[in-house]
């Protein structure tokens, strides 16, 4: 329990450094689907489209900060462009999955 206490405040401070809601929800979407993964095909697809919607925002905000606001390593915007390359990346994977759902409910 601990462990996960410790995974939720890690989120909760890169909300906090980041000030990005849409990266809160994103987050907020995927704890949901985690807590609850037998969700039905309709909630499958929404999910699956918000996410891969907050995929390209993330990596757009990402080249922002990779061509606009360039830092050099250990800058808060160097960080900004790692986390959210890496958030693009997160999101895309979890539409996959949703769409892998989507899909198997779709059929049964």
């Known amino acids: 329990m601990l462990e996960y206490l410790s995974e939720v405040q890690d989120l909760v401070d890169l909300h906090e450094f980041l000030g990005d809601d849409d ?4 987050m907020d ?3 949901n689907v985690i807590a609850k993964p037998n969700i039905p095909v309709s909630q499958a697809r929404n999910a699956l489209a ?3 919607g907050y995929s390209l925002r993330f990596r757009m905000q990402a080249a922002t900060y990779t061509y606009v606001h360039v830092g050099k390593t250990g800058t808060v915007e ?3 462009k790692n ?8 999101c895309h994977e979890m539409a996959q999955t949703l769409k892998y759902l989507a899909k198997e ?3 049964q």
């Open 23 to 26: 990266l809160a929800k994103a």
């Open 105 to 107: 409910s779709y059929g």
């Open 83 to 90: 986390v959210y390359f890496a958030a693009a990346e997160q």
């Open 50 to 52: 918000m996410m891969q």
């Open 29 to 31: 979407l995927a704890l």
């Open 78 to 80: 160097n960080v900004k």
